[in-house]
T-cell receptor, first 113, second 116 residues
């Protein structure tokens, strides 16, 4: 049973528009939620995170929203840039071992110029 | 600041052979993790160390897999009697346990294993 799901394998948006990547989870014991970006032939790179005590965290063009009642989180990228084209992984972990993350299968974002 | 480095980047081996991967974490990080990633999936947790102690192993880690982190610095992941199903990207990550942190991981570029 997959505890973290990214239901959209791919997303294509126009440069300058908003990209919204979604993630659902099933385990209510998760305390932290993170987004990673991965370019080909590189390891994942940490992008932004949110604690379960918050519902929004913003860092520049990136905002993560958490809806605990729906067990849903989303990553908003505004405005989207061609350099944002990558695979985005949603991940979740518990406070007892924050680095032991459960990952979704990723969403490939393509930002068209 | 050097990031997490892994060696080798790519290993091709024949079924039944043993392979070893090495990971050098970010020097001030006290936690080191191994993950495995197959095509089209996200990374899966294998094991982690806090300093030199191996504190948790996933059920995914069969007895053919062993990991060490002597002296709490670099780590090695050895796979004995490789099988074709072991073909994957093996990712190492490190982190620093800190107050207010959310467990963000710093990944290396990975070691890709191909078992023929």
């Amino acid at each position: 049973d997959q505890q973290v799901k990214q239901n959209s394998p791919s997303l294509s948006v126009q440069e300058g528009r908003i990209s919204i990547l979604n993630c659902d989870y099933t385990n209510s014991m998760f305390d932290y939620f993170l987004w990673y970006k991965k370019y080909p032939a590189e390891g994942p790179t940490f992008l932004i995170s949110i604690s379960s005590i918050k519902d929004k965290n913003e860092d520049g063009r990136f905002t993560v929203f958490l809806n605990k009642s729906a067990k849903h989180l989303s990553l908003h990228i505004v405005p989207s840039q061609p350099g944002d084209s990558a695979v985005y992984f949603c991940a979740a972990s518990a406070r007892t071992n924050a680095g032991k993350s459960t990952f979704g299968d990723g969403t490939t974002l393509t930002v068209k110029p | 600041d050097t990031g997490v480095s892994q060696d080798p980047r790519h290993k091709i081996t024949k079924r039944g052979q043993n392979v070893t991967f090495r990971c050098d974490p970010i020097s001030e990080h006290n936690r080191l993790y191994w993950y495995r990633q197959t095509l089209g999936q996200g990374p899966e947790f294998l094991t982690y160390f806090q300093n030199e102690a191996q504190l948790e192993k996933s059920r995914l880690l069969s007895d053919r897999f062993s990991a060490e982190r002597p002296k709490g610095s670099f780590s090695t992941l050895e796979i004995q009697r490789t099988e074709q199903g072991d073909s994957a990207m093996y990712l190492c990550a490190s982190s620093l346990r800190r107050q207010g942190g959310t467990g963000e991981l710093f990944f290396g570029e990975g070691s890709r294993l191909t078992v023929l």
